[in-house]
């Protein structure tokens, strides 16, 4: 029995690669978070490449975790489209570049920016999704974004790791 478990239905993660995937990773993550910025730019190609590739299968989710400094990237979690996972792919990239821009608004000002700026609407499961994401979080004792889990190991902080390590 793995040490993690997560429900991965496309209903509250977005799932990419292919189902035989030598390599499968978790990736828990915020969208105003700069750790989860640096680590997703930093590795994004490798990530496109390898699952373009069969390589690998990632499983993303988004936390809203309780942190003022994450409010702004807790409304832009809202906005991932789990309906249409290569929009939300978009989305994820495009909003990691302009992350500064993102986490200079006013959080009242967040829905607007998001609409105006991405051509993003609010998920009308956000609620639910962001309830489920919480409670497993919660569960498997996560503790920080960004977090990446292969197998058993848990990354993150110090220990987090490249695409290219998590591959080998």
């Known amino acids: 029995m793995t040490k993690f478990n997560f429900d991965y239905s496309d209903d509250a993660t977005l799932n990419y690669g292919n189902q035989d995937a030598k390599t499968e990773l978790t990736l828990i993550l915020n969208l105003g978070c700069p750790d989860t910025r640096d680590w997703f730019n930093a590795n994004k190609d490798d990530l496109e490449a390898a699952i373009d590739d069969g390589k690998l ?27 249409d996972p290569k929009a939300a792919w978009k989305f994820i990239v495009a909003d990691f570049e302009n992350q500064d821009e993102l ?14 700026k991405f051509g993003v609407k609010q998920f009308a499961d956000r609620e639910t999704v962001a309830a489920k994401t919480l409670a497993e979080v919660e ?3 996560i503790v920080s974004v ?18 290219t390590e998590l591959l080998g």
């Open 103 to 116: 986490d200079a608004q006013n959080l009242a000002d967040v829905p607007a920016y998001l609409a105006d």
């Open 146 to 163: 960004p977090t990446v889990i292969k197998g058993d190991e848990a990354y993150f902080d110090d220990s987090l790791k490249t695409v």
């Open 57 to 83: 299968k990632i499983h993303v989710k988004f936390w809203n975790k309780d942190k003022e400094d994450l409010a702004n990237g807790n409304v832009a979690n809202g906005y991932v489209d789990y309906d």
């Open 139 to 141: 569960a498997n004792d």
